[in-house]
Nanobody, 130 residues
């Protein structure tokens, strides 16, 4: 059974930082990849960072490059998203999922990809505002 629990969101000023956490059930984690998505009001849910667990490699949408870092603690089935230099445009609900870009789901403009996954946690809200 897929279970995902996100946490770590909050309200910060522009330029601030947050660290999101996602604890995944072993069933979800064994897919071999974990990713962070976000959905702003009125917009589609989009992928921003992915972690390929076996390879230990990462992928970022253009909007996340240089500011976000995805990492994982495999022993805890936990994936993190360190977000620095936050902007107002980063305001969104953030979700994790075992749903990474690839040949089956190639990234589109800006390197973002759209979820094929239908199993979601409750998400964690990130608000960036002065």
């Amino acid at each position: 059974q897929v279970q995902l629990v996100e946490s770590g969101g909050g309200s910060v000023q522009p330029g601030g930082s947050l660290r999101l956490s996602c604890v995944a059930s072993p069933y979800a984690y064994r897919w071999g990849c974990m990713a962070w998505f976000r959905q702003a009001p009125g917009k589609e849910r989009e992928g921003v960072a992915a972690f390929l667990i076996l390879a230990g490699s990462t992928y970022y949408a253009d909007s996340a490059k240089g500011r976000f870092t995805i990492s994982a603690d495999n022993a805890k089935n936990t994936v993190y998203l360190q977000m620095n230099s936050l902007k107002a445009d980063d305001t969104a609900m953030y979700y994790c999922a075992a749903d990474c870009p690839g040949s089956h789901n190639p990234p589109s403009d800006g390197g973002i990809w759209y979820p094929q996954n239908k199993n979601w946690g409750q998400g964690t809200q990130v608000t960036v505002s002065s």
